[in-house]
Nanobody
Framework: VQLQASGGGLVQAGGSLRLSCSAS????????MGWFRQAPGKEREIVAS????????NYADSVKGRFTISRDNAENTLYLQMNSLKPEDTAVYYC???????????????WGQGTQVTVSS
């Protein structure tokens, strides 16, 4: 599976961005997809996840009510709509996928290259 993230950029606080992640390869092997982020000097954290063939979503507390994860199975694309952005959302954002038959606390096996999101105050 190959993942290609895009859509990052520079935005003012309160603004919006939409990230996209295009998936290719053995898509049928994917069970969960997610968005992670890593800010300078901080550990990578999961932002949101979604069951690839379902509708169950999960969000980090810090983004609940502001970010929305979605997917378009026909286009094999994952999205992250980010609204009401804050300077603390500044980070490199990565999309990732977990294979089927992996425990819910297991690793994500496939990673995109990352896209920079910068929120100015």
């Amino acid at each position: 599976v190959q993942l290609q993230a895009s859509g990052g950029g520079l935005v003012q606080a309160g603004g919006s961005l939409r990230l996209s992640c295009s998936a290719s390869g053995r898509i049928s092997n994917i069970y969960v997809m997610g968005w992670f982020r890593q800010a300078p000097g901080k550990e990578r954290e999961i932002v949101a996840s979604i069951i690839w063939s379902g509708y169950v979503t999960n969000y980090a507390d810090s983004v609940k009510g502001r970010f929305t994860i979605s997917r378009d199975n026909a286009e094999n694309t994952l999205y992250l709509q980010m609204n009401s952005l804050k300077p603390e959302d500044t980070a490199v954002y990565y999309c990732a996928a977990r294979r089927r038959f992996t425990p819910s606390d297991g690793p994500f096996h496939y990673w995109g290259q990352g896209t920079q999101v910068t929120v100015s105050s």
